[in-house]
């Protein structure tokens, strides 16, 4: 079984990385924001639905950056095997998330 996952690398005027950190399955994880592509959708359509839900953010999708080329199991079902696009996304908004070393302060770097 094949899982399909597309996630997004949205880079800020400051050279700051936007990463979601997300408890799941019982574990938190850092990671870029996406996820599993859903049936009839494309990939681009994915990221951005995507960066919806978990960012509140409306995003365009630019440049393809890299989709893996090896064997990745899932790290939840040993069945099933990850094939991850990476694109580059630029925020069309300002970003309203909590960000810095303190994620209870929330600011608009964009």
């Known amino acids: 079984m094949f899982n399909l996952r597309v996630y997004g690398l949205l880079i800020n005027d400051n050279k700051q990385v936007l990463v979601s950190d997300e408890f799941i399955r019982g574990g938190y994880y ?3 924001p996406g996820g599993g592509l859903e ?3 494309g990939t681009r359509d994915c990221l951005k639905r995507e960066f919806k839900e978990e960012m509140d953010l409306n995003v365009e999708v630019t440049d393809h950056l890299y ?3 090896f064997f990745q199991m ?3 079902n040993p069945e099933h095997q990850i094939i991850s696009i990476y694109y580059y996304v630029r925020a069309l908004e300002p970003i309203k998330v909590p960000s ?3 994620p209870s302060i929330s600011t608009n770097n964009n």
Do not use: I, L, M
Request: net charge negative; no cysteine.
């Open 67 to 69: 989709t893996t080329d």
């Open 74 to 76: 899932s790290a939840f």
């Open 100 to 102: 810095g070393p303190n």
């Open 30 to 32: 850092s990671k870029f």
């Open 39 to 41: 049936f009839g959708e």
